[in-house]
């Protein structure tokens, strides 16, 4: 229970009060353990006031609406510490349902508990009677006519485009179609490429997953997720290439060099799980016509899950 309570520190008064739906749930990410191992301060994915217990936010000296565009986990972030803090909070999705990326990466094998920290705001946002829109593609003109006091731009990432012709892992968790033989290049060295990786495998595709850490997803290393990662690689039969560099990306193969030793490795699909670039052009054209705005989440600097909520805290935070 001691990962449980720094997710909630509340949770056994909200189970005695019988207020289950309230319990903000771990959702088991390790940043807690991997900040531990490291000897760095706690901090906690679920709950970004792990560790910063002696800066809870204000409540608003005066209430102002804040519009929140994109209800990704750093907009749903950002609309919850708001309406917490007394402002009148609307939030725009273009989706058709709440959580963004992270509702992508809840559907990786073994990733369900990601669910958690869309579901448990969701909540929460319907407890403070944020107005929530889904389905709205949020132009200037549709924010402005909100009369909003503040605009939140929480509207994400997309994939960089390093190698051409490369189905990003992200549009693959969206339904695009990839063809094996599948090369998976892991420039995250996270949770996205291995999982891609593990579906496709799993879904009958011959694969290979390519990086340049030693292990697979190697930024998990301190999260104790390394271990059942690889063991799941395995298990479905994906093949190991790490620490290589990638040398070319051509039309059916990938080739990989690893101290002067070069591999060529068949592909009729290559997968990129990289580096991805902040979606923020709505920010200028508010501010062009007088709103004051600013960006949130990956929108702002695009990371990770625990970078995303802690980014669209500390923004409402400072409202
Ligand atoms: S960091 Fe993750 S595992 Fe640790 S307490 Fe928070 S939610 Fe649970």
Known sequence: MTRAQIADPDL???????????????????????RRLRKFPIACVQ????????????????????????????GLEAARVAAEAGHRVTLLERAPSLGGQVALTAGLPRQ???????????????RLGVHVELGVDADADAVLRLEPDFVVVATGSEPGQRYPGAI???DVLRGAEASGPVVVLDEEGHRKGAGVAETLANA????????????????????????????????????????VRVVSVESD???????GTHEAIRAASVVHAGRHRPADSLL???RDRGLAATTAGDARAPGLVEDAIRSGHDVAAAL
């Open 284 to 286: 200028t054209v508010l």
């Open 168 to 170: 990003s892992a992200v």
């Open 12 to 34: 056994v008064r909200k189970a005695e009060a019988g207020e289950e739906a309230e319990i903000r749930e771990c959702v088991g990410l390790n940043l807690c353990v991997a």
């Open 47 to 74: 709950n970004p006031d792990a560790g910063f217990e002696l800066r809870a936010v204000p409540r608003a000296a005066t209430a102002r609406h804040v519009v929140v565009v994109g209800g990704g986990i750093a």
């Open 253 to 259: 193969r990938v080739v990989v060099e690893r101290e």
């Open 112 to 126: 369900g508990a990601h669910r958690y920290l869309i579901d448990w705001r969701a909540r929460r946002l319907e």
């Open 204 to 243: 009958g595709r011959e694969v290979t997953l390519v990086g340049d850490g030693v292990a697979p997803a190697g930024s998990l290393v301190h999260t104790l997720a390394d271990a059942p990662t690889r063991r799941r690689l395995q298990a479905a039969g994906v093949r190991l290439v790490r620490g």
